[in-house]
């Protein structure tokens, strides 16, 4: 392969149809709204589960997730009336690489960390 023709040649292209899907799953809330479905969640239950999430950032997330297909939102018919979400399919399908990606991020948290630390004590 010739390292020019790479170079001059964007990776990642602006009108990529992956760059939305990706910004939106690199979300933190995406990824911890993922983890709380595990079964249909009411909005509140969702919300009590993320500690620091707004309702405002917590609405537009499940619409994004909605919007992209990996959750299914219904309306029950309760007094008053509740929402209730799960996933899709689409979304069933992502819990695999969403899951190890959660697990490396649990496995090196504490070295990540540590460098943090020690990036900001050099940097100081």
Do not use: H
């Amino acid at each position: 392969m010739n390292s020019k023709a790479s170079v001059a040649t964007p990776r990642f292209v602006a009108n990529c149809p992956t760059r939305p899907i990706l910004d939106q799953v690199a979300d933190k809330w995406t990824m911890m709204v993922l983890a709380v479905l595990e079964e249909p969640t009411r909005f509140n239950e969702i919300r009590r589960q993320l500690e620091g999430v707004t309702q405002r950032v917590l609405t537009q997330t499940l619409r994004r997730l909605e919007r992209n297909g990996l959750v299914v939102r219904r309306v029950l018919e309760t007094s008053p009336v509740g929402v209730e979400y799960s996933l899709t399919p689409l979304g069933e399908s992502f819990r695999e690489p969403f899951t190890r990606l959660y697990e490396w991020a649990l496995a090196n948290s504490d070295e990540i960390e540590e460098r943090q630390r020690s990036f900001d004590a050099r940097n100081a």
